[in-house]
């Protein structure tokens, strides 16, 4: 049996930042990181990217395997742990092999939810994750590109970032088609109707027809896809379906072990799960946000790297807290759209809005929502307008009191009046 210091369970970017931070902070320590993927890390954010021809595969990759070497850091690439024995401080990997820890990190991340209906394993129906994904999907868009016009549709099942994450790269490829979504509009549990409006006529300028109230109870074809029938009846005709239902947490290893799991597995300020030499970090967490007194799971990249140092540096033995406004920032269709801190809205949330919503899809349409909690603002979206990033963070984590939030909704009024 193998014994570590220091366990990393993920690849992903927080994986790797805690073992580099483990490893700047430790010269002799032994590190190892498994993974089931068997790559050096790469940057999901650039899949899209990838897809549309602007980078090459290799362009993904942020670490090459020397990296694993020069910093000693053991890799069990293409390896599954399938159990976690904590009271014995143990992780067993697929391969039978048992390794013994000091100190554990699970940044297993999540996967992309798997509707159980009827076809759902035909051929050309996509997830949209890993470089493999990426993969799949462009020998789909060679596909469909062989196929006539009236065929090359994509049918896209969700709301949410990933659904747009289809839409533009597709677009970019110049395939169109629908977009199915259960709620009465885009990204419905976050925006405001006028900026759901707004980022709607983006994706419906850009070859999408946006379906709400809407879900998929069957997809429809004999070997590949040929169609999906809504909740409606309705049956759209499409070569490719893309799932972006969610993540669900990469937790199957870890179920039983005394982790306390509500949306992740939850964690203090410093990253500590409920058992003991045991930190998680990344989307697979669930942690606890001083800023917000609140416990948050967040899906970002900027989250994930900044987990990884503050469990490097605590696993090594120093205190450090989560102190920072976590975001989510992306662009589609030449759109940036950005969320900020807390956007889960209670029942003790004020929400203002303001924008301008005159050239729907024409590029020049803006729009922000401010959440405001006590007074003070805890968190933002950013429809086509990342100028006010910067303030807008600073405003978040400063905690300046701003009593005349609805001044917010005055589209001229600058938000730099607020911060003094
Ligand atoms: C297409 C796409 C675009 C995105 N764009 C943006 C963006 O623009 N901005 C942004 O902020 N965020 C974006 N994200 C989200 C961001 O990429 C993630 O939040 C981030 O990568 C999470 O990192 P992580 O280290 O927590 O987890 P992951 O990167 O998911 O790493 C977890 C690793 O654990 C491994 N693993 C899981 N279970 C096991 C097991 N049992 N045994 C061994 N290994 C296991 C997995 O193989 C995986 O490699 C995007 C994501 C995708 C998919």
Redesign the pocket.
Known sequence: MQKFDYLI???????VTAAETLRGKDAEASIAI????NNPLYS??L??NYIEGKISREALFLRDEAFYRKNNIVFFGG????KLVSDENKIYLTSGEEIEYGKLLL????HIAKPSIPGIDLKNIHF??TIFDADDIIETIKQIKELPQEKQKIVIWGGG??GL?FASSFAACGIGGYVVIRRPYYMGDRLDADSANLLSSFIENNGFKIINNSYITEILGTDTVEGVKLNSGEILECSSVGLGLGLDL?S??FAGSGLKITKGIETNERLETSVKDIYA????ANSFQPSFGKHLSI??????LFHGKIAGQNMFGEKSSIDFISS???VYFGINIIFMGDTSADKDTITVSRGENESLGGGTGWREQFFFRDNLLVGATIINRSKDRKIIGELIKNKNEIKNYLELTDSLKALEEYAG
């Not at 940044?107 to 999540?110: K, R, Y």
């Not at 970090?281 to 697979?284: L, S």
């Open positions: 369970i993920g690849n992903g970017i927080c994986g498994v993974d089931q993927e999901r954010v899949l899209p390896e599954t742990a399938v940044a297993s991340g999540g949209f994750r970032f990933i994450e990469n199957d290893f970090g990344g989307d697979v899906g970002s990249w900027t989250n994930a989510y920032s992306g």
